[in-house]
């Protein structure tokens, strides 16, 4: 082989390694800081009305209460919405906790009642002292505990 053949070949080598040391810095940085979000765009048009969430009946929750863990005494009222729970920035409840994932668990009403479900997470959900294996109901009071942090839903 001539001699600029074997050139091009080791700057072709050195361009793929470059490559993959600044995908891995990037995944690396991703991990610990979290995705980008783009800075929101100037609303053109007139907001919608929101829509006051529905009176619960009689016995059904109304608030979602952290009652262990960092964000101990943070308060989520419960709408007709999802909640989602995890590390991921566009979580409902926002957890920083290494036992937490970034999209851990998901609390949804159907029915009249609320449901809690495991969304795949490395740790698990647990109601009570229950592993959560799929969508269960969950009773006034009992504690739902996602790494260290504890919530409960309540009157």
Same mark, same amino acid.
């Given at each position: 082989?001539?001699?600029?053949? $074997?050139?091009?070949?080791?700057?072709?080598?050195?361009?793929?390694?470059? !490559? !993959? *040391? /600044? #995908? @891995?810095?990037?995944?690396?940085?991703?991990? $610990? !800081? =979290?995705?980008?979000?783009?800075?929101? #765009?100037?609303?053109?048009?007139?907001?919608? &009305?929101?829509?006051?969430?529905?009176?619960?009946?009689? =016995?059904? %929750?109304?608030?979602?209460?952290?009652?262990?863990?960092?964000?101990?005494?943070?308060?989520?009222?419960?709408?007709?919405? &999802? /909640?989602?729970?995890?590390? #991921?920035?566009? @979580?409902?409840?926002?957890?920083?906790?290494?036992?937490?994932?970034?999209?851990?668990?998901?609390? !949804?009403?159907?029915?009249?009642?609320?449901?809690?479900?495991?969304?795949?997470?490395?740790?698990?959900?647990?109601?009570?002292?229950?592993?959560?294996?799929? &969508?269960? &109901?969950? %009773?006034?009071?009992?504690?739902?505990? /996602?790494?260290?942090? *504890?919530?409960? $839903?309540?009157?």
């Amino acid at each position: 082989m001539s001699e600029l053949t $074997l050139l091009l070949i080791k700057l072709a080598f050195l361009a793929v390694l470059w !490559f !993959f *040391v /600044i #995908a @891995a810095v990037g995944v690396i940085r991703t991990d $610990l !800081f =979290g995705s980008r979000t783009a800075p929101a #765009a100037p609303a053109r048009k007139a907001p919608k &009305p929101v829509k006051p969430p529905a009176k619960p009946k009689k =016995g059904e %929750p109304r608030q979602m209460v952290v009652v262990g863990g960092p964000l101990q005494g943070t308060t989520i009222p419960l709408a007709e919405t &999802p /909640i989602t729970i995890g590390r #991921a920035n566009d @979580a409902t409840l926002v957890v920083s906790d290494d036992y937490a994932s970034s999209r851990h668990a998901r609390l !949804f009403p159907q029915d009249g009642q609320w449901i809690v479900e495991d969304l795949n997470s490395t740790n698990g959900t647990y109601l009570d002292r229950t592993k959560v294996t799929r &969508p269960t &109901p969950v %009773p006034l009071g009992v504690p739902i505990r /996602i790494g260290k942090t *504890v919530i409960e $839903l309540r009157k």
